[in-house]
């Protein structure tokens, strides 16, 4: 039988405890606590209350490719990342009115299956969005925000990933194409979301109690993206700058249930920065695009706000002459609370389409990702999330693979 890795084996360890997390006493396993080593005899909540709050993650994913239209073998990866933060609320420690700040550091192990696999070989999207950016220690973030004008206005200053901020959205999927900011999916050479961070500053200010506007500085340095450098606090190697733009609406919606709550972002990206032309390298041009997110709670199960179904769309647009996506869509649905039996548990669907630019090969057109999950809230600190994903036309070939996939993400806060 084939050795498991170490991060196999802390893997099937977490999932384990957390299954089986009645069996313990100490409230270091406790299912109603939010961490898994608790509270640490009352003093995180204690320092949590002085301002001091702690956090500890990890998630693990892992991929095994079931079947292929044309290759064989059933190979499986796994991946994962920890992520060890401070915030600190420095109203409550210095005495600085509306003022925080923040420090993560992020460690990502493991392999990729979308990198290993030959069915999957050119694939646009990853089976393991935890994959990625160097597998190594980064400093995530590090920033302070203040508010101003009886907090309506919020100035955050720092290093830190423009998709905290811009064009968010949830990460509940496997999936790449159906988590996260979508824009740095895809305009990755320059737009770096999380764990990447680059010194950057960012204004909103709230023109209503649901309305924000924002605008993003970014400093564009590739040095950020080496294995070496993720405690780069340099400038050497920057190359300018993405200013993100965009306006928020976070209304809560009443759709014959109540009050449900959704959120309606539209955005705008320009760079400063000089990029090579699809069709001609010797030319550079600016690369610059726009997105929409949509997300809007629609039911509340038996009147409870908390349960009910949740639809999403992301749409990206990107300019054909300077980037290899033209644009990507993606649609879908999560129910959390299905089951009395089962409250805190949630189920997603969902569907992306990547448009490929036909300028780097006119073979080349649309690649589809698919995922259904489950997510078992096996304790308030651990969930489990099974998950089917399918993958047409892999690299956006018409006659590319088409390869099905199970996975299974772990998340859990220590």
Known sequence: MKRLSRN????????????????????????????????????????????????????????????????????????????????????????????????????????????RSE????????????????????????????????????????????????????????????????VGNWVGDQWYNWPVSQWAARVKYNLTPEVFAQVGVYEYNPENLKRGKGWNLSTDGSHGAIIPLEVVWQPKLDLGQGALPGEYRAGYYYSTADAEEIKNPSQTDHKQGGWLVLKQQLTAHHGDANRGLTGFVNVTVHDSKTNSVNNMQNIGLVYKGLLDA?????????????????????????????????????????????????????????????????????????
Request: aromatic share 12%; proline share 2%.
């Open 119 to 182: 069915a999957l070989q050119g694939h646009l999207s990853s089976t393991q969005e935890v994959w990625g950016r160097g597998q190594t220690w980064r400093l995530t973030d590090l920033w302070i925000k203040k508010k101003f004008l009886d907090q309506k206005l919020d100035v955050k200053v720092g290093r830190f990933g423009e998709g905290e901020d811009f064009n968010t959205f949830d990460c509940d999927f496997q999936n790449l194409a159906l988590c996260g900011s979508q």
């Open 342 to 414: 089962r409250p805190k548990d949630d189920i997603g669907v969902g569907v992306a389409r990547i448009e490929a630019n036909d300028d780097l090969n006119n073979q080349l057109d649309s690649e589809y990702n698919a995922e259904i999950y489950y997510g078992v809230h096996a304790t308030n600190w651990l969930t489990v999330r099974p998950n089917i994903q399918y993958v047409r036309h892999v690299g956006a070939y018409d006659h590319g693979e088409n390869v099905w996939v199970g996975g299974i993400k772990l998340v859990t806060a220590f």
């Open 8 to 115: 196999q084996c802390l893997y099937i360890s977490l999932v384990s405890l957390g299954l089986s997390s009645s069996v313990f006493a100490a409230d270091a396993f406790d299912p109603n606590s939010q961490w898994m080593l608790g509270d640490w005899n009352g003093q995180r909540t204690a320092l949590q209350q002085q301002g001091y709050d702690f956090s500890f993650g990890y998630t693990g994913e892992l991929a095994n490719q079931w079947d292929a239209k044309h290759s064989g073998g059933h190979p499986t990866q796994y991946s994962d990342q920890f992520a060890l933060g401070a915030h600190l609320d420095l109203e409550k420690i210095a005495g600085w009115k509306d003022t925080e700040a923040q420090i993560t550091v992020t460690e990502r192990n493991g392999r990729s299956l979308s990198q």
